[in-house]
């Protein structure tokens, strides 16, 4: 964890929780005080967790770790013991971890730990969807190349499949890009 918001409305707690950071790996801590002084920092910024020490000055704090959450930050969120089972059930849907207060060390470097790990595997998963889109709008860029050589030249399917395959070889190019030439040929 790199960058860290610590959104409470104690100073006091805003420091207590700094020292806790800064004891295990030091990262780039933001402080503020209210939700809406966090919204501004999350429009401006990118951060990798924020740690909520509810209640805040202008709001309890659920409704900012679920944005936070929503824009891919790790969540934890601090609440006293009595409400946990109440906030939790409205968050943890979004991936927010609910941590009750008073707060043993080895517990909150434990959520760190286990957010951080979390955060990995969300990051790998969202890597791996975005190669997938990108190898589905592949897919979809030659299969129009393919029909439109079809349509223009008379090709069956299987030559048209071949022809791309042959031209990306001997160009040295990938198929995509074999393909958007046909396309930008024979579509205008």
Not at 150 to 162: N, V
């Amino acid at each position: 964890m790199e960058r860290v918001l610590i959104v409470s409305a104690s100073e006091r707690s805003q420091q207590a929780f700094a020292e806790l950071f800064s004891q295990s790996s030091p990262p780039s801590l933001t402080m503020a005080s209210s939700g809406s002084a966090a919204r501004r920092l999350l429009m401006g910024n990118e951060y990798d967790l924020l740690l909520i020490n509810t209640p805040l000055r202008d709001e309890f704090g659920q409704e900012l770790a679920i944005r936070a959450a929503r824009s891919g930050a790790g969540v934890l969120l601090v609440v006293k013991a009595e409400l946990e089972e109440e906030i939790a059930a409205q968050v943890e849907d979004y991936g927010v971890f609910v941590l009750t207060r008073p707060l043993a060390r080895a517990t909150f470097y434990q959520s760190i730990k286990l957010l951080h790990a979390a955060q990995k595997r969300i990051d790998r998963l969202l890597e791996e969807n975005r190669r997938l889109r990108e190898k589905i709008e592949e897919l979809r860029i030659v299969e129009r190349a393919k029909y439109v050589l079809i349509e223009h030249l008379g090709f069956s399917e299987e030559q048209a499949h071949r022809y791309i395959e042959k031209q990306a070889m001997d160009r040295r190019m990938t198929r995509r890009g074999i393909a958007e030439g046909i396309l930008n040929t024979y579509e205008m």
